[in-house]
């Protein structure tokens, strides 16, 4: 990350404490190295009886520089690795060194911290097999042995404060995993949490927080894991939960892997929160790196999303002389030594956005991102998370499927390509047969375009699943038809695509697939371009269809006034029949921002004065797919019942 970057996300992670310090975003050099300078503080070996394992039990604890005995503290109590002791921290984390060096720079509140024996039983050394079922479900036991017999004991032989606001855990990997099951388990005893690279042993969100909301009466959330980390799904998965209930949080992510140069960086940034007033409001913009994309390819780390929608991206390009992003706005990426390009955006919309690398000044697909098509070429495309967007996540439901087939159209005397979905069940259930939507894509893409960018069979997966929608055949022909570009919307088009409908798709698609035949059974819809190709053929065909749905499309005028009015005039002479066919006419629009909404909004006003009924809907999001798909979520809703 270049240093403008670091220093601005510096002045803005001051403001997180009061009194406002210098923060740094990742540990400088030497904050792990002993300085002979500094006042140290002191490590000791406590031992303590423990009831719940029935026996003496030991750990280390530090006491910061200029202790006293008078004075009270709040603690810290650091967890271990599954293959670490007591002394796994004090051997190969330094703590009391980072501690030490941050004490001096006056970055830390003073407080104690105990570093225990995680494995609460009576052989509790990392020796033999540490995967043993025994030792692991000692990890588990610590629960009861850090809360009845190691709290106490601290409580009363130190002068440490005793209410929860006061008691911080923190632990890594094996450790993390204990953090996140014991502090969030008991929100009572403890206000601040540090999990770093949690382990498999950290139980599943809707287990940790079965009711969520109870986590802001934490402190302090922080969740962190190495770029590199192969142990991240079981950090991220958390966060997103909290995400997902609105939970502030830090998860920061920094370079690196399963390992103390992680830790050691974790506890340098975590322990200077600790005990202070924090702004929570700051949290998503605290992380050093970003999740990759889920549009990635397989293993490339970056595209990277930031929690507060920025994208970072680095490319290799030893030769180039500059290198951009096109993201609609473009941005200009700098070079190391090594040849890498790297830069971040500004904090982009949550949806779906094509984009392209500009090599000198030459637009290419980055070979780090799967590409798709659209733009009228293929371009890469990234997914910003937003809230909302649960509706087409992949879950665990029954899933359908995604079928590519060709055919032959006498109407364009070539082959053309179309994608299908069938529904959960269709292979095993060869007797039951399904009701149909023709759904199009918009100009500049294809028949991929709602497979793969629209996420069809996830919504259709997900809504099936919640009983809200019917099983149905979803058929995604290809659009374009006759000549391309701006002329795939003039009139001689839209009877070409009504001919190739009505001739190749439809008889394709019902003898090929168990297809239920007849009006009641059969819907069309389509976005922007694929809007009006699905006005023009289901005014002119409502006896074929029950259900019309026109996303963020309507006329353009004045382009196609005249095929408006022939439409318009069609409708008017044919109102009775349209409107005893079309028991669903759908209309949706991104909002205000949806470059079709004008049009759209004199398209209605004809509707009205028509006397046509239809619904109406807008979705903020402007003409993009975020909006579509929740158009496709919607509509889908009402079809054939």
Not at 303 to 321: H, N, S, T, Y
Not at 365 to 391: K, L, V
Not at 452 to 472: F, P, R, S, V, Y
Not at 562 to 591: P, T
Request: glycine residues 10%; positive net charge; hydrophobic residues 35%.
């Amino acid at each position: 990350m270049n240093k403008s970057v670091i220093w601005a996300l510096g002045l803005v992670l001051s403001g997180m404490f009061v009194p406002a310090q210098t923060f740094d975003q990742q540990a400088p050099q030497g904050f792990d190295v002993e300085n002979a300078a500094v006042s140290h503080g002191k490590i000791d070996t406590i031992q303590y009886q423990s009831k719940t394992v029935g026996t003496t039990r030991r750990a280390l604890i530090y006491t910061p520089p200029g202790f006293k005995k008078n004075e009270k503290y709040p603690v810290l109590y650091l967890l271990h690795g599954i293959g670490g002791d007591e002394k796994e921290w004090f051997n190969q984390g330094k703590p009391n060194i980072i501690l030490d060096n941050l004490y001096a720079q006056g970055k830390l509140q003073p407080m104690i911290v105990v570093l225990p024996n995680g494995r609460a039983m009576k052989d509790d050394r990392a020796t033999g097999n540490i995967m043993a079922q025994d030792k692991v479900e000692a990890f588990a036991t610590f629960e009861k042995d850090l809360l009845t017999d190691l709290i106490p004991f601290v409580e009363k032989k130190y002068p440490v404060k005793k209410d929860r606001e006061n008691r911080a855990l923190a632990g890594l990997s094996m450790g993390g995993g204990q953090t996140q099951n014991f502090a969030f388990g008991n929100i009572d005893k403890f206000a601040w949490l540090g999990a770093f690279s949690s382990a498999p042993n950290t139980k599943e969100p809707n287990k940790l927080l079965p009711n969520p909301q109870d986590a802001l009466k934490l402190k302090l959330i922080f969740i962190s894991c190495g770029d590199a980390d192969g142990l991240m799904p079981f950090s991220k998965r958390t966060s997103d939960y909290l995400r997902k209930n609105k939970i502030p949080h830090i998860f920061y992510i920094e370079p690196g892997g399963h390992d103390f140069k992680v830790w050691k960086n974790d506890l340098y940034i975590f322990s200077q929160l600790l005990f202070k007033p924090v702004d929570k409001t700051k949290f998503e913009g605290f992380t050093v790196l970003g999740t990759p994309a889920a549009t990635n390819i397989r293993n490339a780390q970056y595209p990277q999303i930031l929690p507060d929608g920025r994208v970072m991206f680095k490319v290799k390009a030893p030769e180039a002389q500059k290198v951009q992003i096109d993201l609609g706005k473009k941005y200009d990426l700098k070079k190391d030594a090594d040849g890498f390009w790297t830069g971040t955006t500004d904090p982009q919309s949550g949806s779906f956005h094509y984009y392209s690398l500009l090599i000198d000044g030459v637009a290419v697909a980055d070979p780090s991102s799967e590409t798709f098509y659209g733009m009228g070429r293929y371009a890469s495309g990234i997914d910003i998370p937003f809230e909302g967007d649960d509706f087409y996540a992949l879950k665990d439901v029954p899933h359908g499927d995604i079928r590519i087939k060709n055919f032959y159209s006498k109407v364009t005397n070539s082959w053309r390509r179309i994608f299908i979905y069938t529904p959960p069940g269709y292979d095993q259930n060869p007797a039951e047969s399904y009701p149909a939507l023709y759904i199009l894509h918009g100009g500049g893409e294809d028949e991929s375009g709602w497979a793969n960018q629209g996420k069809t069979n996830l919504i259709l997966d997900n809504l099936i699943a919640e009983g809200k929608a019917k099983k149905m055949v979803i058929i995604m022909p290809d659009a374009n038809i006759g000549q391309g570009g701006i002329r795939n919307f003039g009139e001689r088009n839209l009877q070409m695509f009504e001919k190739e409908l009505k001739e190749s798709i439809i008889p394709f698609a019902e003898s090929n697939y168990r297809i239920k035949k007849g009006k009641e059974n059969r819907a069309l819809a389509g976005l922007s371009m694929g809007g009006i190709y699905t006005l023009y053929a289901g005014i002119q065909n409502s006896e074929m269809f029950s259900g019309l749905g026109v996303f963020s499309s309507g006329y353009m005028l004045p382009m196609l006034q005249d095929v408006a009015d022939k439409q318009y005039k069609f409708l008017n002479e044919n109102k009775s029949a349209f409107s005893s066919n079309i028991r669903n006419f759908w209309i949706s629009m991104g909002g205000k921002d949806d470059i079709a909404y004008e049009n759209g909004q004199k398209m209605l006003k004809e509707l009205d004065k028509t006397g046509i009924k239809y619904t109406y809907t807008d979705y903020p999001g402007g003409h993009t797919w975020p909006v579509w798909r929740n158009s496709l979520h919607q509509f889908a809703q009402v079809l054939f019942k």
